[in-house]
């Protein structure tokens, strides 16, 4: 046998937690951090069955307190977390507080308060399993709680509570194709009205800023978050550069962009030669403006996107929202330009040393333009110089360091290193930041890039017809076991990613537009050829006979439920209105026995009692009684 009370408490507290986990990466530390010794000492407590012994008011004074101090935060920039941090005090709170029927449903609001609160932030995927798993957790406690309402100490069979825990899963189970029904039906708006709060502010860093700082992309490439995922066919034979931003500008630590260029434009030179690719591409929030897509981007459609300089797109407002954007691009590593302005390209900080120039004109001495370019490229890419991102030089003479002492570095110390070199002996170049390379998912059709895979690269001006892409940086080399790991997680990561990216296409991207075109595909369909008409009305005469019959037994089975949920309670209804005529009412939430205990009149209560006891015994055994007991029932009402 088994309480309810212990039963309800387990479902109240995994509701709960389940949706504090949804939401605990949203939660300011000092919340989440008083909320788990709360949590845990209510917990004990319902389990000693114990409560602190505080008038309620003490705690209404500290719910009011908390509430105030999160919305004290609120900001138009920080809105939704402090809402959040809140709901969490008040959760505490009202888990360390002696709970009735009432506060354990405002326990359950709460707790699909943060679930839902968790999707004005982020709606991703792993909303689905916390949605399902609150979802028959709160039905579970809901049943029970209707059984803690007449009778806090009634206790149930482990086959009772077997049975109880199949019908909640059943109903679960059974409300979730009306709940993707309604999805596909219902009428979407061409904007989302909520989308100004479904926004990850500093959660993801953007690959890149307007700005690239030696070192600068170290952190980012320990990050293996999804920046994009662009579905295409898969390249056979080249790595995928992700073109994003193009910088001209050195001082010496900082690479910029000097904005003199104009945007990108038909010129003499022609458009790039090559394989035309169109992706589609998913973008995460990034805080950032700029739109990555295959190099050599020719178009991007997506509102409000504007070609910058050097082939590269951008918005005018920071992306903190998920986006879909088309992408044509051709496949080339030459983009045709003429007439560039040679000043710019070959601007030079002092370099006080002098030893950069004097390694530029060994390199080149006594070669042409392109053979001084090779031997330089070669030098950095199969040189004595190595890839790392650990210990990595620092401070205004960073780029010596890393040519003539530390020789380490990552992406930004050789693509800085070519470029300063190529300037040096008078070859025009600029650095081109983006990613390069993507795991490519087979199941999806897409590749997903990485934060880790952010790249720096060099385009030089060769043979004055247009840009050369040069990649300086070395392949990195890891340890067989990390290699091995390092391909398992990604297979892992790829499994994974792959929900995660039908979630963004057909959940997040469902709106009125693909609703209107599902419609119209349905009915050319259905309108094809009349003998094709035919054979479908009777396919749907057949779905929508299957429908009805399905409707038809769910409402039968909920009838059975509902009938075999009431019929007992109307038996309690007659005892109730039988003894509200002596002058007892039942308190909202006093138990059967209770009520019966606190009859003055011993032979009333006697009588009471007779009916009260098996009732019980038929009740809180989940299961329905028999003709013969109640007549019984019925008989020892009348006998009050």
Not at 149 to 161: H, Q, R
Not at 456 to 481: C, H, K, M, N
Request: one cysteine or more.
């Amino acid at each position: 046998m088994v309480r309810i009370r212990t039963l309800l408490n387990a479902a109240t507290y995994a509701s709960v937690a389940t949706g504090f986990t949804a939401v605990f990466r949203y939660i300011g530390p000092p919340y989440a951090i008083a909320f788990a010794p709360c949590f845990a000492v209510a917990l004990y407590m319902d389990h000693r069955r114990s409560a602190f012994s505080a008038p309620r008011w003490v705690f209404g004074v500290l719910a009011v307190l908390i509430v105030g101090a999160a919305f004290a935060r609120v900001s138009e920039s920080f809105l939704i977390e402090p809402i959040l941090d809140a709901l969490v005090g008040l959760i505490a709170v009202k888990l360390l507080e002696t709970k009735k029927a009432r506060d354990y449903l405002q326990i359950f609001t709460l707790s699909m308060f943060l679930l839902i609160g968790s999707t004005l932030i982020s709606f991703s995927s792993i909303f689905l399993p916390y949605f399902l798993l609150l979802l028959l957790l709160l039905t579970t406690a809901l049943i029970l709680l209707s059984y803690f309402a007449i009778d806090p100490e009634a206790v149930l069979s482990y086959k009772a509570t077997t049975r109880l825990i199949g019908n909640a899963l059943l109903l679960c189970v059974l409300s979730i194709p009306f709940t993707a029904f309604f999805f596909v039906i219902m009428p979407r708006t061409p904007v989302p009205i909520f989308n100004f709060l479904n926004i990850e502010l500093g959660r993801v860093r953007s690959g890149f800023s307007d700005n690239v700082e030696l070192g600068g992309v170290t952190e980012i490439q320990e990050n293996s978050s999804v920046a994009f995922r662009a579905e295409m066919a898969r390249l056979r034979g080249v790595d995928p550069y992700w073109r994003g931003i193009v910088l001209d500008h050195f001082d010496g630590r900082l690479w910029r962009s000097s904005g003199q260029e104009p945007p990108h434009s038909e010129g003499p030179a022609g458009e790039p030669q090559g394989e035309m690719i169109r992706q589609t591409i998913y973008i995460e929030p990034n805080g950032g403006k700029r739109l990555f897509a295959l190099d050599i981007p020719l178009k991007i459609d997506m509102p409000k996107a504007k070609p910058s300089a050097g082939r590269t797109f951008s918005l005018d407002e920071e992306l903190f929202q998920k986006a879909k954007y088309e992408a044509t691009s051709v496949l080339s590593t030459i983009l045709p330009e003429r007439n560039i302005d040679r000043e710019r390209y070959l601007q030079l900080p002092a370099f006080p040393s002098g030893r950069i120039e004097q390694l530029a004109r060994e390199l080149s001495a006594g070669k042409t333009e392109p053979d001084a370019v090779t031997a330089i490229f070669d030098y950095l890419k199969f040189g004595s110089f190595k890839y790392s991102i650990e210990n990595i030089p620092t401070g205004d003479n960073a780029l010596e360091d890393f040519l003539f002492t530390n020789k380490k570095g990552n992406c930004e110390f050789f693509a800085s290193a070519l470029a300063v070199l190529l300037r040096d002996v008078g070859v025009p170049a600029r650095l081109v930041g983006g990613y390069a390379g993507g795991a490519y998912n087979e199941a999806g059709g897409y590749y997903m890039v990485r934060q880790q895979d952010a790249h720096v690269w060099v385009e030089a001006y060769v043979g004055g017809s247009g840009w050369i892409r040069l990649d300086p940086t070395p392949v990195s080399l890891e340890g067989g076991a990390a290699s091995v790991w390092s391909r398992l997680r990604l297979k892992a990561q790829l499994m994974v990613d792959a929900f995660n990216h039908f979630w963004n296409r057909f959940i997040l991207t469902y709106d009125l537009r693909r609703q209107i075109a599902i419609y119209k595909g349905l009915r050319t369909r259905l309108a094809k050829s009349s003998s094709l008409f035919e054979v479908d009305r009777s396919a749907i005469a057949k779905g929508v006979g299957a429908a009805l019959g399905l409707a038809a037994l769910s409402l039968l089975l909920y009838m059975g439920l509902k009938a075999h949920a009431t019929r007992p309670n109307r038996l309690a209804s007659g005892f109730f209105v039988k003894m509200k005529k002596y002058g007892y009412e039942r308190g909202k939430n006093e138990g059967l026995e209770e009520f019966t205990a606190r009859i003055e009149d011993g032979s009333l209560r006697d009588r009471a009692y007779r009916f009260v006891i098996p009732f019980e015994e038929i009740y809180y055994k989940d299961r329905e009684p028999t003709r013969e007991e109640r007549k019984m029932l019925e008989e020892r009402i009348d006998a009050l």
